[in-house]
């Protein structure tokens, strides 16, 4: 199976910030990776897949990177409304596998 | 608008059964895969199950298999998930999602409490 690495587990940053939160895999899944937002109390919503691609109606202030076995994914200008946990999933390969969790707080 | 609604959950004994329905609508149910997705209170998400579009591939997380069945009715654009012999280790939200390469739609999610 795959593993997931995600870093750091919490964040905290203050408004306007940026923030970047890493995922490594225990191989390369060749750009098979997407991130998820999870606000508190309600289910996951896509933010990147293919590792790059913003999903629709995502805001552009979300930008995901990364080949091989290492990935990120970065907020520019944090908002008030970025607060939650993100999650990276790997689909190159069953069984599919999710990153920790990242939660994310405002200073 | 996608929806998918989650149904069927509760709170069941040890060892006892229980089987989760999952209700898309807007979309076309029979062009997507679908999967359960399950969390724990305060802990992160496990992938537990996928099907493709005509049932032909099936695929199960070793944390379950044996005891959880995935199946679909088109017809009814409808997910199922059987879970027989839960444990306590089973106590989750379980969420349903439609994938077409990447989960991109995701059900409220139903609670399964699993306990004595």
């Known amino acids: 199976d795959i593993q997931m690495t995600q870093s750091p587990a919490s964040l905290s940053a203050s408004l306007g910030e940026t923030v970047t939160i890493e995922c490594r895999a225990s191989?390369?899944?060749?750009?098979?990776l997407a991130w998820y937002q999870q606000k508190p109390g309600k289910s996951p919503q896509l933010l990147i897949y293919?590792?790059?691609s913003l999903h629709t109606g995502v805001p552009s202030r979300f930008s995901g990177s990364g080949s091989g076995t290492q990935y990120s994914l970065k907020i520019n200008s944090l908002q008030s409304e970025d607060v939650a946990s993100y999650f990276c999933?790997?689909?190159?390969?069953?069984?599919?596998?999710f990153g920790g969790g990242t939660k994310l707080e405002l200073k | 608008e996608v929806q998918l609604v989650e149904s069927g959950g509760g709170l069941v004994q040890p060892g006892r059964s229980l089987k989760l329905s999952c209700l898309a609508s807007?979309?076309?149910?029979?062009?997507?895969?679908m999967n359960w997705i399950r969390q724990a209170p305060g802990k992160g998400l496990e992938w537990v199950a996928s099907?493709?579009?005509?049932?032909?591939?099936?695929y199960y997380a070793d944390t379950v298999k044996g005891r959880f069945t995935i199946s679909r009715d088109n017809a009814k654009n409808t997910l199922y998930l059987q879970m027989t012999s839960l444990r306590s280790e089973d106590t989750a939200l379980y969420y349903c999602?439609?994938?077409?390469?990447?989960?991109?739609?995701w059900g409220q999610g139903a609670s399964v409490t699993v306990s004595s």
């Open positions: 999602a439609r994938h077409e390469g990447v989960m991109d739609a």
């Open positions: 999933q790997q689909y190159y390969d069953y069984p599919w596998t």
């Open positions: 807007g979309f076309t149910f029979s062009n997507y895969g």
């Open positions: 293919n590792a790059n």
């Open positions: 191989e390369d899944i060749y750009n098979g």
């Open positions: 099907i493709s579009s005509s049932s032909s591939y099936i």
